[in-house]
Structure formats: C-alpha cells, structure tokens
C-alpha cells in the first residue's frame, strides 16, 4: 500500500475507486465502506484508495483536542492495508481544506489529482467550506465527470448504529466488553514500558507501566481482565488504569501484570487489549488491603481466561 501524507506528494497514480471518510475507528461500518470498495476496484481492474484526514476535522473547527483517538496513526493504516488498499491518502485537514469549495474539492482534488473513477462514502459524509458537499453533490457532479457513486446506508448491530461516538463513549464508561461487537476487534491501547515506581514488584504483582497519550481516547479508571501482545505473542494479563491512588498522586497511567511471565520489559513496545472491566479503582486505607484485592482481582482475571481458553 502506497501512503500519501500530503497533497503535494500525490503524483502519477492510476485511476482508483476512493473510499471516503474519517476511518477513526476503522469499525465495522468504516471496514464496510472499504471492502465494497475493493471488490468494487477489483471488478473494475482499478486502483483501490482510502481519502481520509490525519487529524480530526471537529479538532480544528472547533479549536482543541475535542475528540479523541481510537487507534493510533500506524494502526489505521495497518488495518486500512489488510483490507486490501493500494492507496491511502493520509491528508491533513487544515484551513484550505477546510474553506475549499465543493465543487473546486470535486473537480480539483478527486477528478484531477486523485483520478477518481467511482467514489463510497456513508450516508453522513460531508466536505467542502462549511460542510455544504454533499452524497448529493458528489452524484450530481458524478453524472458531468464521469464518476459512479455509492452512499452506503447506517451500519447496524444489535439495532444500534455503529459509529466512533458510540465506540468512545463505550471505552470512556468502561465498557470494554461491548466494543469487539462494533470494532471486530478488542480495543487496545499500545506504548513503550516505562520505569515506574515499581510499588507492584515489592507487593508480589510487578507490571509494565504505559503513559497514557493524551490524545487518546482511555478506559475509566478501574481495574480489567487483558491480553498483552509482547513481540506477536498474546499474554492473559490484568490491568490497571488509573491514577494509584493508594500509593500517592500520579498522571493516569495503564499498568499491566502479565501472568507466568518473567522477562523484563523496560524500553520495549507493547499492546494492551481491554476484554471485561473488573472494578472501579478506588482508594485503600493500606497498602496491604490493596495488594489483598490485587489478589482477589487475580483469580478473577485468570478465571476469566480459563472460562474463554485464553490461559
């Protein structure tokens, strides 16, 4: 898969059937619009593409970090890559593409520069200064530029529509356990292992400690039943996300103890995924109550893994 971070480097591609939208989450819906759009550039013997913004647009209208990240950049295009895209147009949203016209963004960007054959988009797809284009522009100027369009419908599971809204809300309550259903996968969070201040190695329950990105969208604070992916391998472990608030006053962190693990893990790289929260977290009077309910959390986690054949 090509990757274009900005619109000066796209040059010299092949006409292509683009999929459009935000892809924040990349969820089942986003991964709905995608694949039709493969199968579709497949049949058509044309190039498959993705157009999607490198930072949130609301971000910008609206002035701040506004809305969270589910995934990280080189996640999205991971998983853009597996559902077989050849192009990834990673643009930045910034005020010139913000005050763009509809119809200079049709004609200038997706006919000329992207050589769009035949476009998807959901049904909520907006574009252009203030949001004025439209599915309904974009099939109208498809009949004089020669382009096919398919607006694809809400995706529903269990009658709720599938969007990044309900995905983070669901990860802010600490609903892990409902995100799989929307996601078609765990929801995670990834980083490198810092040195902590190595409170779980003295109580019996060391862990790798991962700073939580501000940028990111976190689960509420408690305790929860994880897997941790070390080097391709998955690990039954148990997390923490939160502040500690027995131990001192913290920056919230995700702090994980792997079970039946023994190597050190400082400076390396690893992903965390979030399958049942456990409890909230809440403040001990010692910390020998605590590492008693460390223990009690344990035997919960492992016998959750036991029961899904995780451990």
Known sequence: MLIFNSL????????????????????????????????????????????????????????????????YPEEKAEIIESLGIDYLFNI????????MDPMIFIDDLLVDK????????????????????????????????????????PYKVDGNIVSSSLIRNLIAEGKVDQCHKYLGRYYSIGGEVQIGNKIGRTIGFPTSNIIVDETMVTPSNGVYVTICIYNGTRYPSITNAGVKPTIGEYAKNVETHIFHFDKELYGKNIKVEFLQKIRDEIKFND?????????????????YHIQHGLL
Do not use: W
């Open 287 to 303: 910390v020998e109550t605590l590492k008693e309910q460390i223990r009690k959390d344990c035997l919960f986690a492992k016998e």
């Open 8 to 71: 000066d480097e796209i040059k010299n591609i092949k006409p292509s059937v683009i999929a459009f939208g935000n892809f924040d989450g990349i969820h089942l819906g986003h991964q709905e619009i995608i694949k039709k759009s493969v199968k579709s550039a497949d049949v058509s013997n044309l190039k498959s593409s993705v157009f999607t913004f490198s930072n949130h647009p609301k971000n910008l209208i609206k002035g701040g970090m506004t809305v969270k990240n589910i995934l």
């Open 92 to 99: 930045p949203f910034d005020k010139t593409i913000m005050n």
């Open 114 to 153: 992207l050589r769009m054959k035949e476009a998807y988009c959901g049904f909520n797809f907006r574009f252009g200064h203030k949001g004025k284009g439209t599915p309904q522009s974009l099939l109208k100027e498809g009949e004089r530029c020669g382009f096919g369009l398919h607006v694809l419908q």
